[in-house]
Nanobody, 121 residues
Framework: QVQLVESGGGLVQPGGSLRLSCAAS????????MGWYRQTPGKQRELVVA???????NYADSVKGRFTISRDNAKNTVYLQMNSLKPEDTAVYYC???????????????WGQGTQVTVSS
């Protein structure tokens, strides 16, 4: 079994900052890409940013220059530093990872439980 556990969401004023964390645990052989998605009611889940095991990143245009993803491969953990937050960043943020489990040859797609980020004055 593989689990992704997120932390760090909350309420912040416009212009403020938050840092999200996501730790993967379980029977992990290797982790390929990790990333963050977000979703608001009535809308599809959208990619915020992803990072490969080699450090290549892919940011949504809406967060470029404000959000920074980083990854600690030794801890199987990915972080999302969110600065200059705007009300339109309000959403449930989901961690995502492509993982090869021990004893498996295929890549599984795993999700965290989601963490609420609310940007409001």
């Amino acid at each position: 079994q593989v689990q992704l556990v997120e932390s760090g969401g909350g309420l912040v004023q416009p212009g403020g900052s938050l840092r999200l964390s996501c730790a993967a645990s379980g029977s992990i052989f290797s982790i390929n890409a990790m990333g963050w998605y977000r979703q608001t009611p009535g809308k599809q889940r959208e990619l915020v940013v992803a990072i490969t095991s080699g450090g290549t990143t892919n940011y949504a245009d809406s967060v470029k220059g404000r959000f920074t993803i980083s990854r600690d491969n030794a801890k199987n953990t990915v972080y999302l530093q969110m600065n200059s937050l705007k009300p339109e960043d309000t959403a449930v943020y989901y961690c995502n990872a492509l993982i090869v489990q021990l004893g498996s040859t295929g890549i599984g797609h795993y999700w965290g439980q989601g963490t609420q980020v609310t940007v409001s004055s």
